[in-house]
C-alpha cells in the first residue's frame, strides 16, 4: 500500500494560479508513475496531467494543455501540479495518484494508489 498525501488546494479568483503538491511519506516516488485527476461536483473522475517515474516525461489533458505544469522533485520527494490561469471549470476536488513501473498514467486503467484529494475552488 503506498500513502498519498496532497497539498495546496484553496481558493482562488478567475486568472489565478496554486501549486499542488504530492508527497508518499516513506516511499521513493521516483519509483512510480505518478498523475493528477480531479473529480468536480456530479462529475467522473478525470485525467489531469500525469509524469513518468524518471520525470522526463508528461502528459497532459487538453482542456489544462498550456496552463498546468506536472514536474517531480526527487530531493524533496514531491509531485507538483502549478496550474496557471485558472478558470472556473478547474473546480474540483484534485487527487494525486500513482501507480508502479512507469508507463505513464492516463483516464484509464485507473491507478491504484490515490490520495484523500485536496479541493480547489475558483471562483470570479
Known amino acids: ?13 478567475t486568472g489565478g494560479s496554486l501549486r499542488l503538491s504530492c508527497t508518499a511519506p516513506g ?38 494543455k498550456g496552463r498546468f ?8 520527494n514531491t509531485m507538483n501540479l502549478q496550474m496557471n490561469s485558472l478558470k472556473f471549470e478547474d473546480t474540483a476536488v484534485y487527487y494525486c495518484a500513482a501507480a508502479s513501473g512507469s ?10 494508489y490515490w490520495g484523500q484529494g485536496t479541493q480547489v475552488a475558483v471562483s470570479s
Open 69 to 76: 505544469t506536472i514536474s517531480s522533485d526527487g530531493a524533496k
Open 1 to 13: 500500500q503506498v500513502q498519498l498525501v496532497e497539498s495546496g488546494g484553496r481558493s482562488v479568483q
Open 27 to 64: 516511499r521513493p516516488l521516483r519509483t512510480y508513475a505518478m498523475g493528477w485527476f480531479r473529480q468536480a461536483s456530479g462529475q467522473e473522475r478525470e485525467f489531469v496531467a500525469a509524469i513518468d517515474w524518471s520525470g522526463a516525461t508528461s502528459s497532459y489533458a487538453d482542456g489544462v
Open 103 to 112: 508507463s505513464l498514467l492516463g483516464q484509464t486503467p485507473r491507478p491504484p
